[in-house]
């Protein structure tokens, strides 16, 4: 079992990783986990509009339809508070880059 948490917490690093690099599929990964959740991470809707809407920015058409799927379980308040970290996660990025 410490093993299989072992590889999860690698493997959502990996993603995150990846997602810095700008990496629609990585960003889409980590709005399922969030989405649907895992025994290391709950469901997390607002993490999970704010990582579909960085991969639909980047011009994937599931993650736009993943995030329509969430937001219809969400208050504007929280669709307000995703997509403020979504821009802080751009803007982040973008400093880290130049």
Known sequence: MGQSLKSAQFLMERR?????????NAL???GIV???GTSDYG????????WFNLAAV???VEAAEARA???EDMTAREIAEAQ???RA???ATRRLAA
């Open 34 to 36: 969030y989405s649907m």
């Open 89 to 91: 996660w751009l803007g």
């Open 28 to 30: 889409y990964d980590l």
């Open 69 to 71: 799927d969430v937001a």
């Open 84 to 86: 403020r970290q979504a």
């Open 16 to 24: 995150l990783i990846d997602a810095a690099r700008g990496d629609a």
């Open 58 to 60: 980047s011009g994937m």
């Open 43 to 50: 469901i997390d809707l607002i993490e999970a509009h704010k």
